[in-house]
């Protein structure tokens, strides 16, 4: 019956600063936002397909979360969400393997970046790529990846 996840709500300290990350940085498109609530929501992708909400509360009741955004490879790593400008935002960067780096996890195909908003909570872009899976490979980076299947 459960064919996917339509929303996920967090908390957040400051929710302008929450709008311009969530709408500058990873250019999420809001649809609703209610000042007497202090909530604000964000389609991701497109309209009606999923939904982020944020909700103001004080520091003491946020309890930090971890969601990832499904991503294409190349719209990653070629166009505005790509790691490059997440380090330019000063967002905390955490892999598995050497930092600078995006990881990718063969037995699963799964390819992702970690990084942090501004309220603590770990954001991933993941991307399923085509190939055979290789568990065996353990976690290696994404150039790694590429020369192993050339």
């Given at each position: ?5 339509f ?50 509360k ?43 780096i ?6 699963c ?42």
């Amino acid at each position: 019956m459960i064919k996917g996840l339509f929303e996920t709500h967090i908390y957040v300290e400051d929710l302008e600063r929450s709008i311009d990350f969530y709408s500058n940085v990873l250019g999420l498109t809001q649809c609703l936002y209610e000042a007497d609530r202090r909530i604000a929501f964000f389609w991701i992708g497109k309209p009606q397909e999923a939904m982020l909400g944020i909700w103001e509360k004080p520091k003491k009741e946020i309890d930090v979360r971890h969601f990832a955004f499904r991503c294409e490879v190349d719209d990653v790593l070629n166009n505005q969400f790509s790691f490059w400008n997440l380090k330019t935002f000063s967002l905390i960067i955490f892999l598995r393997v050497p930092i600078m780096i995006p990881w990718f996890l063969p037995g699963c195909l799964l390819w992702a970046i970690y990084f942090n908003d501004p309220d603590g909570h770990a954001l991933e872009f993941i991307a399923i790529l085509d190939g055979e899976a290789r568990p065996e490979l353990g976690v290696v980076t994404y150039p790694d990846w590429l020369k192993l299947n050339l």
